[in-house]
């Protein structure tokens, strides 16, 4: 364990341990709780560590566990969707003008396209997973090194770390084949810790407490998870196979978005997540735009061209 910040925010760090089928890594990144990390060293550097990212034309499977509306689901799908849509690129407010950063981490473009989406409404492994159910869950769909899994779970499924130090993972295995496999998870935290995984739409568990901004689709667990996904499929592209781009040990590095975590707009500081536009009939707070016109809460994300964490606004 280790205290990341003024406010005595326990962080990341628990080894998990792997096992079985095949040989599995342990999960690299962690969508930390976000409230906390804002120490940073000057000027921020990712170091790069000679590894692949992934680049090119990357489909994103879709496993859903547990109870989702169509509506939670249509929120995520629209956020995924937005992330290398070409119809809002023009603004620089977009989903995915927000995405287009990870351009600047070597190897150029990463282009997401949603692939088969599985609906897991029956609980197949129970309502409490560990991380080799989640790579199990991920090996269901046959995938090569372009395809990512990314599982979802519902507000009443519990996952090993969950809210202790994590809100999101990814991490990889290999397939019987022997080809890596990477994999995100994110869960639903509303009813297990919003006040660390669905911060800033619920107010905080520790720190400076601010009142919560109102989160942009109504949905504070599922907007919350908009922001844990963006952080988790930021890191993993960027550090899949845990010799990308990373600061700090490699058993709990900070990646492209978890290295900013708690920085939204300009002028953020530990509890204020910064400048963002307000919609003014709903008071609702975003600082991007997606398909559909879709509105979300980025976070920023590590620039490697200016060697800062880059906000949207
Ligand atoms: C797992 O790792 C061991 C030792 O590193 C290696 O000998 C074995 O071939 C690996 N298995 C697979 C399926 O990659
Ligand atoms: C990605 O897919 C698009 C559309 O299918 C295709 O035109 C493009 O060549 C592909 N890019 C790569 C790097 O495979
Ligand atoms: C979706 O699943 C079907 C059946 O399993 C498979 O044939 C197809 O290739 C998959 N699509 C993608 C994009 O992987
Ligand atoms: C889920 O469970 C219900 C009730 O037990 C059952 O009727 C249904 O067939 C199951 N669905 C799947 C996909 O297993
Ligand atoms: C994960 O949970 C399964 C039961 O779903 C259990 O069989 C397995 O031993 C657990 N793995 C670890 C590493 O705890």
Not at 219 to 240: F, Q
Not at 288 to 303: C, I, N, S, T, Y
Request: with cysteine; glycine share 8%; proline share 7%.
């Amino acid at each position: 364990m280790a205290i990341l910040n003024p406010f005595c925010l326990l962080l990341f760090f628990l080894l998990l341990s792997t096992c079985c089928v095949s040989n599995l890594s342990k999960p690299t990144s962690r969508a930390p709780n976000r409230i906390l990390a804002l120490v940073q060293k000057q000027p921020l550097v990712l170091k790069y560590h000679k590894g692949t990212l992934l680049k090119g034309n990357i489909t994103l499977h879709l496993f859903w566990y547990g109870t989702f509306t169509s509506t939670q689901r249509s929120i995520l799908i629209d956020f995924v969707q937005s992330l290398s849509s070409a119809s809002s690129s023009h603004t620089p407010s977009s989903v995915s003008s927000w995405w287009r950063t990870t351009e600047s981490y070597r190897g150029g473009p990463c282009t997401l396209v949603v692939g088969n989406q599985t609906l897991d409404a029956n609980y197949s492994l129970g309502k409490s997973l560990n991380t080799s159910n989640l790579l199990s869950l991920a090996s269901k769909v046959n995938s090569d090194a372009h395809e990512v899994h990314v599982i979802m779970t519902s507000a009443d499924v519990a996952v090993e770390d969950f809210c202790m130090n994590q809100c999101g993972t990814h991490g990889w295995g290999k397939s019987k084949h022997g080809e890596r496999v990477a994999y995100a998870w994110v869960g639903n935290a509303i009813a297990q810790c919003p006040g660390q995984c669905a911060w800033p739409f619920h107010q905080p568990v520790y720190g400076p407490q601010t009142p919560p901004l109102v989160a942009p689709n109504g949905d504070v667990g599922v907007d919350g998870m908009v922001i844990n996904l963006a952080t988790v499929l930021a890191g993993l592209v960027t550090n899949p196979f845990e010799d990308g781009y990373y600061q700090g040990p490699p058993s709990a590095p900070l990646e492209a978005v978890s290295a900013c975590a708690g920085i939204f707009g300009k002028g953020a500081y530990p509890g204020y997540a910064g400048n963002v536009l307000v919609e003014k009939p709903t008071g609702a707070s975003y600082n991007a735009v997606g398909v559909r016109g879709r509105k979300f809460l980025l976070p920023a994300m590590w620039d490697p061209l200016s060697s800062s964490c880059k906000t949207l606004l």
